[in-house]
């Protein structure tokens, strides 16, 4: 009988980078020389990856896979090397069947798979391509078929950049796919002040996205804050540096301010220690009401700063990744931002209320009537925007452009007193002004019960300014002591986008483009939202190419939900 070997905990390892698998296939009928140019692209196009997407392993086999036999050989090599995503690249013509079908069905039926070739002719890898794509498209397999350009001759043809760019985007989006899967997220409290639009649906969020929530109730917060289960020099290195950034921006006027303050700024500490053990990936605070606000009970502070200080990509320390947080226990906005920081390769999230809607005339009038001079083609006029505004929770990396320096951050940041009527634990929140100019992707998750499916409401969008005068006037028609970032969509109106938002709060991160997102929503089933009367339904040299199992299935909609209910 054969005995079961134990594995030797020294060679787990834990955050193993997520392994891509490259490979080709090949006639057995072609000479020498193309099968050297296919080798060679193997190669070429293994390294492309491993230097535009660091955060993944690359390996590749110099096998081509003319037949089962190569098949099995490679499909084992791969497995062995644990890849959990599929490039395969053909340069010549093969038989579908008995050589990447073959490979492909060693794979689980999720494996995300990318055919990238060039469009060439001597010995059609495109046609192929093709054939292959069609017969995973007819037994209902999603892949991605990228028809780019490299030469047609020569022994080591080099991809054009646009070809590799859709490769990567394609990538980046299946490394965020399968990576957190397995991963967990930390929510300390329960449901979201009862806000049905951000519930934590546990198992949708396991069987759709693989990511476990872990709960912990704010009792635990509360004991280990009254404990002091922190480092009490670090807590003193931390207010520190807010004193030393902040100066008299940070408000406290007594010694039962000052407090309070060093208790939300303890709580961030004790909460990384707490993500940290559980080796989380985001996180989340429920806060509201029996935190800060139920006056039955003793109300604590705010967790204003600890919030943004996780949403940014650095602190006290030094550069850190940012680590996705979600006020309000908000888990619809958590996973929001959570995919799209991933899927821009880490960039800080920015979580934010959908507050006021300043449609064109609401704010020319307001303009006008504080003495603004305006042509009517400025963005804000034009378009009208949104007042993205929240407790305080935003990351202070939305201070500045992408790129401004910590200190210079940090001087455009302020901490007032916490609104007593909203907080009457009190604490400090936080407050700045995102300047124009920064542009990526606004999105909300939103989940029904009638499809047991995710959705995504997105758009392309730009933060814009206005003239200090009525920014300040905007600013104080909501609280004015909160972050503010003034928001406008490509495409949506506003009349479109007040009345098609999916919670109170809504999500940006710069550097993210649709076609990265669109690939992660098909690889992930979740459904775009994004039909707003201005956008085209395919904007070319934007959106990625529509999977061909979606146009022989009805839509994307449709194929979305035949899949979801084969599952």
Same mark, same amino acid.
């Given at each position: 009988?054969?005995?079961?070997?134990?594995?030797?905990?020294?060679?787990? +390892?834990?955050?193993?980078?997520?392994?891509?698998?490259?490979?080709?296939?090949?006639?057995?009928?072609?000479?020498?020389? @193309?099968?050297?140019?296919?080798?060679?692209?193997?190669?070429?196009?293994?390294?492309?990856? %491993?230097?535009?997407?660091?955060?993944?392993?690359?390996?590749?086999?110099?096998?081509?896979?003319?037949?089962?036999? /190569?098949? !099995?050989?490679?499909?084992?090599?791969?497995?062995? =090397?644990? %890849?959990?995503?599929?490039?395969?690249?053909?340069?010549?013509?093969?038989?579908?069947?008995?050589?990447?079908?073959?490979?492909?069905?060693?794979?689980? =039926?999720?494996?995300?798979?990318?055919?990238?070739?060039?469009?060439?002719?001597? +010995?059609?890898?495109?046609?192929?391509?093709? %054939?292959?794509?069609?017969?995973?498209?007819?037994?209902? *397999?999603?892949?991605?078929?990228?028809?780019?350009?490299?030469? !047609?001759?020569?022994?080591?043809? /080099?991809?054009?950049?646009?070809?590799?760019?859709?490769?990567?985007?394609?990538?980046?989006?299946?490394?965020?796919?399968?990576? &957190?899967?397995?991963?967990?997220?930390?929510?300390?409290?329960?449901?979201?002040?009862?806000?049905?639009?951000?519930?934590?649906?546990?198992?949708?969020?396991?069987?759709?996205?693989?990511?476990?929530?872990?709960?912990?109730?704010?009792?635990?917060?509360?004991?280990?804050?009254?404990?002091?289960?922190? #480092?009490?020099?670090?807590?003193?290195?931390? *207010?520190?540096?807010?004193?030393?950034?902040?100066?008299?921006?940070?408000?406290?006027?007594?010694?039962?301010?000052?407090?309070?303050?060093?208790?939300?700024?303890?709580?961030?500490?004790?909460?990384?220690?707490?993500?940290? #053990? &559980?080796?989380?990936?985001?996180?989340?605070?429920?806060?509201?009401?029996?935190?800060?606000?139920?006056?039955?009970?003793?109300?604590?502070?705010?967790?204003? =700063?600890?919030?943004?200080?996780?949403?940014? #990509?650095? !602190?006290?320390?030094?550069?850190?990744?940012?680590?996705?947080?979600?006020?309000?226990?908000?888990?619809?906005?958590?996973?929001?931002?959570?995919?799209?920081?991933?899927?821009?390769?880490?960039?800080?999230? &920015?979580?934010?209320?959908? *507050? +006021?809607?300043?449609?064109?005339?609401?704010?020319?009038?307001?303009?006008?009537?504080?003495?603004?001079?305006?042509?009517?083609?400025?963005?804000?006029? %034009?378009?009208?925007?949104?007042?993205?505004?929240?407790?305080?929770?935003?990351?202070?990396?939305?201070?500045?452009?992408?790129?401004? @320096?910590?200190?210079?951050?940090?001087?455009?940041?302020? $901490?007032?007193?916490?609104?007593?009527?909203?907080?009457?634990?009190?604490?400090? @929140?936080?407050?700045?002004?995102?300047?124009?100019?920064?542009?990526?992707?606004?999105?909300?998750?939103?989940?029904?019960?009638?499809?047991?499916?995710?959705?995504?409401?997105?758009?392309?969008?730009?933060?814009?300014? $206005?003239?200090?005068?009525?920014?300040?006037?905007?600013?104080?028609?909501?609280?004015?002591?909160?972050?503010?970032?003034?928001?406008?969509? +490509?495409?949506?109106?506003?009349?479109?986008?007040?009345?098609?938002?999916?919670?109170?709060?809504?999500?940006?991160?710069?550097?993210?483009?649709?076609?990265?997102?669109?690939?992660?929503?098909?690889?992930?089933?979740?459904?775009?939202?994004?039909?707003? @009367?201005?956008?085209?339904?395919?904007?070319?040299?934007?959106?990625?190419?529509?999977?061909?199992?979606?146009?022989?299935?009805?839509?994307?909609?449709?194929?979305?939900?035949? *899949?979801?209910?084969?599952?």
């Amino acid at each position: 009988m054969s005995a079961a070997k134990a594995k030797a905990a020294a060679s787990v +390892k834990l955050g193993a980078k997520t392994v891509v698998g490259v490979f080709a296939t090949g006639d057995p009928r072609i000479d020498q020389d @193309s099968r050297t140019r296919c080798r060679n692209i193997i190669k070429s196009v293994a390294g492309r990856i %491993a230097a535009g997407v660091p955060e993944v392993e690359v390996v590749y086999s110099e096998t081509l896979v003319d037949g089962e036999t /190569q098949a !099995d050989q490679v499909a084992a090599e791969l497995l062995n =090397a644990r %890849a959990k995503i599929l490039v395969c690249v053909p340069d010549t013509w093969a038989f579908p069947q008995p050589s990447a079908i073959s490979l492909l069905q060693q794979f689980p =039926a999720d494996t995300p798979v990318n055919l990238t070739c060039g469009n060439s002719g001597p +010995k059609p890898g495109v046609v192929f391509a093709q %054939a292959l794509n069609g017969a995973l498209a007819q037994c209902g *397999r999603l892949a991605h078929l990228n028809v780019g350009t490299w030469p !047609d001759t020569g022994l080591d043809p /080099q991809m054009t950049p646009s070809t590799e760019e859709a490769l990567l985007d394609w990538v980046r989006a299946a490394y965020t796919a399968v990576s &957190l899967k397995g991963r967990r997220v930390m929510v300390l409290g329960h449901d979201s002040m009862g806000m049905e639009t951000a519930l934590s649906h546990i198992i949708p969020t396991r069987n759709t996205y693989g990511i476990e929530i872990t709960r912990l109730d704010m009792k635990l917060l509360a004991d280990m804050l009254n404990k002091k289960a922190y #480092d009490a020099k670090e807590l003193k290195e931390l *207010r520190a540096w807010i004193d030393k950034n902040l100066g008299k921006r940070l408000t406290l006027k007594s010694k039962d301010d000052d407090f309070r303050f060093n208790q939300s700024l303890a709580m961030y500490l004790i909460v990384r220690d707490l993500m940290k #053990d &559980l080796n989380a990936v985001g996180g989340g605070f429920m806060s509201q009401l029996e935190w800060g606000s139920d006056k039955r009970g003793i109300p604590l502070p705010v967790a204003d =700063a600890m919030e943004s200080l996780f949403n940014s #990509d650095f !602190d006290h320390n030094g550069p850190k990744a940012a680590i996705p947080f979600a006020t309000e226990a908000d888990m619809q906005g958590l996973l929001t931002m959570l995919f799209m920081s991933h899927l821009s390769g880490g960039n800080p999230p &920015l979580f934010m209320d959908f *507050r +006021k809607v300043w449609e064109p005339g609401e704010i020319k009038a307001l303009a006008k009537k504080l003495g603004v001079k305006f042509t009517g083609k400025e963005t804000w006029a %034009a378009k009208g925007f949104v007042d993205g505004d929240n407790s305080g929770s935003a990351s202070f990396n939305w201070a500045g452009l992408p790129g401004t @320096s910590v200190k210079e951050l940090m001087s455009k940041v302020s $901490m007032p007193l916490a609104d007593s009527g909203y907080f009457p634990g009190m604490g400090n @929140s936080t407050t700045f002004v995102s300047p124009g100019g920064i542009n990526g992707i606004a999105a909300r998750m939103a989940y029904s019960t009638l499809s047991g499916m995710f959705s995504l409401v997105w758009d392309e969008a730009e933060t814009i300014s $206005m003239p200090g005068k009525l920014a300040d006037a905007v600013c104080h028609t909501s609280n004015w002591d909160w972050p503010h970032t003034f928001i406008t969509p +490509k495409y949506a109106s506003m009349y479109e986008y007040k009345h098609l938002a999916p919670a109170n709060h809504f999500h940006m991160v710069w550097g993210l483009k649709p076609a990265r997102l669109q690939f992660w929503m098909d690889l992930t089933n979740t459904l775009s939202m994004n039909a707003w @009367s201005a956008r085209p339904s395919f904007v070319e040299g934007v959106d990625r190419p529509s999977p061909l199992l979606y146009a022989i299935n009805g839509g994307e909609l449709n194929a979305k939900q035949l *899949r979801k209910s084969q599952v």
